[in-house]
């Protein structure tokens, strides 16, 4: 199965079955869901809590890209996006 | 010698509440001896234990039994739990569930339920669990989507339900849940009193898996479909637990704590209770959680196997039941010297008798029964 294409105009949200927090005891943040749960690396996080629904793709990137001061996140970003999609922690 | 890796905290708190139960399945995996203690935590001692578990790490909570509505100050406990921020799981046969209960849970914060079925028909739903709830069941799963939680279906499955697997599915579509788990039974406790009976054919498994597949591919992320394949079909045994001691810690009704639901089985181990241990003692301190983490405890074939950091072994429950002992590779795996134990039982699939022994159901007269029982046997 292809991973679907981001829409760029899109503003993704976090899916109603995802609930992200941070773990203190495990020192990152996690995706809880019924019975289970994702752990997420830092660059995951970062985009995660970007999606709030009322950002655009390109309005993501530029955000991570003036607070972590670096250039050329969108293939980064775009490629997560996909994941996220396909795994459905984000519509 | 190599440096003791750390132990990594727990993430599931499984709070097993009660063992009261309305149900009497004959797959259960509370204690057979169940009814010989009717001890339980009172609420605010389940208050601290889930306090000091959040402290340690766990962020899964599942409020089990028995059956956790059989307790009057269920609501207060979510409550708590909610506010310690974990995500919230209520395990139930929905025997209890009224809308005004599940109403106040979603404002107290409860995230999840699992609601479990025995069967797609009446007939055999009701009979296996040995109650008329196949109605009640069937109202409260309305009642659960009416209130927008997110549900896991669960159904236990065995060679009495096992062709019904594409009615079963389309009855969690119509239902409109989430996740359906189809958990071919796993032999502990009351399933392993009732195994030869249980026990489906290689026939059923395949066909159930077929049939699985193709609702896989026509649901797509619609309903997630996860199938449990019943490990004594297999030569690889699962990593039980993901490890012992690893991240999984369960509270039993009286207080015991247990590195997995199943461990009141073996013997020689004594499991601390919350009531006089910290949480933090019992999860990294207690020889019970202690016993069989890491490698150090592994005989051969394990203790050299490349497969040991993905398998763990597999279960020590399993290993116990069937070689009477835990240390031993579990015998599902091909390279374990008793592997024919388990070769055996699936044979007897084959070629049943015609006249079979009855059903042992799960109930107190039964619990009793075997209690003393054993008791006889090792006095």
Known sequence: ?91 | MSETPKIPPPLWLLAEVTYRCPLHCVFCYNPLNYAANKKELSTEQWKEVLRQARKLGAAQLGFSGGEPLVRDDLEELIGEAHQLGYYTNLITSGVGLTEARISKMKELGLDHIQLSFQDSTKEMNDFLSSTKTFDLKSRVAALIKKYDYPMVLNVVLHRYNLDHIGRIIEMAVDMGVEYLELANTQYYAWASVNRDQLMPTREQLVRAEATVQEYRAKLGNKLKLLFVVPDLFEDKPKACMNGWGSVFLAVAADGSALPCHAAQSLPGLTFPNVTEHTMEDIWYKSDAFNRFRGYEWMKEPCRTCPEKEKDFGGCRCQAFALTGDAQNADPVCGKSPMHDVVKQIVLKTTNRPVEEKPLVFRNDMNSLRIASEVEKQTS
């Open chain 1, 1 to 91: 199965m292809s991973a679907p294409m981001i829409d760029p105009a899109s503003k993704p949200k976090l899916a109603r079955l995802f609930r992200m927090q941070y773990e203190e005891a495990q020192q990152n943040w996690v995706l809880l869901y019924p019975e289970g749960m994702v752990q997420l690396n830092q660059s995951a996080s970062e985009i995660l809590k970007r999606c709030n629904g009322e950002r655009d793709v390109p309005a993501i990137v530029a955000d991570l890209e003036q607070t972590f001061n670096v250039q050329g996140l969108e293939k980064d970003v775009i490629g997560f996006l996909e994941i996220a999609t396909e795994r459905g922690w984000i519509v």
